[in-house]
């Protein structure tokens, strides 16, 4: 018969277990600092040696870092997806951003169809509590803090797809959008009535969402970013034209 003996699991093999399970499900996230050992040998009801143990092997698979005199820390393994090389190439060619964009629009439509169909109603209402907030910047016109909102209600959308593989992913591009290799999200808010468009469509993705409609859902995220799109082109176009007129006027009054 098939059958082998049943060996107990070690407790650091279970705390590893668990450790990685929530760095891989996106709950734990790069630079997360873990609580003390004391504290986290309580939670989890294990004995000091036995979370020594899973720790150091934590840190030898470079998922978590030790930082003398501050504690562990989540490895920051998100930026890992792209070498510097091919991140400083994103950076110096502008037709990076816009494939960037229809790689979001792919991406990003297919996690809102999976979120309206598969998401929690906890996953629902994280995206519904970010749009609040997003309404409430917006009013005071904290155009920073919109934006850094805009980048959490669509990470929130990935984050309730539940496909593990496109949290990563996406979250690796979004750290590069941060770092502004594609193009500084303030861009987009830079005039009143844009920043009034982008809201309604914020609005039209989490009516979308709220609502379980997955196509009308994807359908919403489709036309955002087809907005963003071409509001990016027409901005670069128009960087463009100011840097010819710039010369024009230099040459004039040169003359």
Known sequence: MPFEPVQAEK?????????EQLILRGILRAGDRLPSERELSER??????SLRDAIAELQ????????PGSGIF????LGSAFSPALINLFSQHEESVFD???????????AAERAAKLGSDTDLKVIDAIFAKMELAHGKRASSDE???DAAFHMAIIEA????????????????LKQGVFYNRQVMFRNKTTRSVLLEQHRAINKGLQARDPVAARLAVNAHLDFVEEALSD?????????????????ELSR
Do not use: W
């Open 74 to 77: 989540v490895a920051e393994v």
């Open 44 to 49: 989890m009801g294990v004995s000091r040696p």
């Open 11 to 19: 407790l650091s093999a279970a705390v590893i277990r668990q450790v």
């Open 60 to 67: 030898t698979r470079g998922l978590l870092d030790s930082r």
């Open 100 to 110: 960037y964009l229809a790689f979001r629009r792919d991406m990003e439509g297919l």
């Open 235 to 251: 901005q670069l176009k128009a960087d463009k034209n100011e840097a010819i007129a710039r010369q024009r006027f230099e040459h």
């Open 147 to 149: 934006a850094e909102l």
């Open 161 to 176: 797809s539940h496909n593990v593989i496109m949290l990563h992913m996406m979250r690796s591009m979004y750290d590069l």
